[in-house]
T-cell receptor
């Protein structure tokens, strides 16, 4: 069964550094998402992406965040200047075009900002 | 703002028993979904129920939705040790342009062998 893959599984970075989290969504999916989960807390929506542009973003997704689909397969989340509070699990998800279709999540990237 | 909340926060039962988890939300929704998360892993979709549906089954899972009370329940029958995980409900707001799911805090389910 096709799956969403994320790399790296764990990223450690220093405060103020830029990080890029990578995702390969399922190939025939058209909607892409980033969520994050701070340890012990709920999963929070960051951004959705469709047709090469952001379709919705949350309050968390401020100017420090950006997303890109640089080619036909990768979907990336960039954090320009990381803060300690950015430490979390970041999950990529994708779904096909049909509205009432579930999300397929990757296994996440654990980001640790020191 | 829309918010899904599950209860209980934690549930420990014996293998073979049924587990029931509840979810409440605040706004009108397009659909409600349940996901499972094993420790340190991604979320796995279990079942989706649309706002015009009242009950749905999938294997040992049964989900109900009461839009008048803005609540849903997930029942896992004949639980197994492998069902140990966190379970989250997530809602899709029915307002125009909304595409992101809103997750609850989850129920941590432990199945005692």
């Amino acid at each position: 069964e096709p799956e969403v893959t994320q790399t790296p599984s764990h990223q450690v970075t220093q405060m103020g550094q830029e990080v890029i989290l990578r995702c390969v969504p399922i190939s025939n999916h058209l909607y892409f998402y980033w969520y994050r989960q701070i340890l012990g807390q709920k999963v929070e929506f960051l951004v959705s992406f469709y047709n090469n542009e952001i379709s919705e973003k949350s309050e968390i997704f401020d100017d420090q965040f950006s997303v890109e689909r640089p080619d036909g397969s990768n979907f990336t989340l960039k954090i320009r200047s990381t803060k300690l509070e950015d430490s979390a699990m970041y999950f990529c998800a994708s779904r096909p075009r049909i509205l009432n279709s579930p999300l397929h999540f990757g296994n996440g990237t654990r980001l640790t900002v020191t | 703002s829309q918010q899904g909340e599950e209860d209980p926060q934690a549930l420990s039962i014996q293998e073979g028993e049924n587990a029931t988890m509840n979810c409440s939300y605040k706004t009108s929704i397009n659909n409600l979904q349940w996901y499972r998360q094993n420790s340190g892993r991604g979320l796995v979709h279990l079942i989706l129920i649309r706002s015009n549906e009242r009950e749905k089954h999938s294997g040992r899972l049964r989900v109900t939705l009461d839009t008048s009370k803005k609540s849903s329940s997930l029942l896992i029958t004949a639980s197994r040790a492998a069902d140990t995980a966190s379970y989250f409900c997530a809602t899709l707001y029915s307002g125009g342009g909304a595409d992101g799911l809103t997750f609850g805090k989850g129920t941590h389910l432990i199945i005692q062998p």
